[in-house]
């Protein structure tokens, strides 16, 4: 498995378990709300079973920054096809998170996470580019960006587009299909 270069991580979202996937990582929809000193993210990421009956193990990392703390996880379900979503057992590492997938009878399902990391600059990342380790585009890909009112013109690495919500705060998106990301989203302002 490749690592991230300069992070000295593992691919996110990524087959730890063995070298053949079972499952495939189709899409993600990731709202990230940046404050003066907080950036919460709440993240739905989608998987589809490629064959009946297996088990996987898939890493989720965070980008190296030291500007950034340390993720702390808030909630994390899954839900397997139209089933009731459930708790999911998510395994905290410092900055690499892991969770099992165990597909004996569903087709597809979706991970949704909420944690919160602490900013200490004037800046945010998300990373976006260990998804390649699935050597496949994401079919759909959408990331949100809110900041308080107050908030200083950001500037994207990304091409996101401005959209404004009802509290007036700065709101930014960009949606994708065919996805195969090459570079992080880094946020400034």
Known sequence: MMGIPGTGLANPVAVVQS????CRFIAESVALDIGDTLLAVTGRYK??????R??????????ADSTMGDPILLDATIQYDAKPEEPLRVRERGRLWSWNLDHASW??????LRYSQRLTARHAGYLLTSCRSWREPLEY??????????????RFNLPLSAVWSHR???TFQGEFSGWMPTDDLVVSW
């Open 19 to 22: 070298g053949r996937a079972s």
């Open 47 to 52: 998987f589809r079973a490629l064959r009946p």
């Open 54 to 63: 297996a088990f996987e193990s898939l890493d989720f990392p965070f980008l």
């Open 107 to 112: 087709d597809s399902c979706e991970v949704r």
């Open 141 to 154: 890909a959408r990331l949100v960006v809110r900041f308080s009112p107050q908030a200083e013109a950001p």
């Open 168 to 170: 007036m705060a700065p």
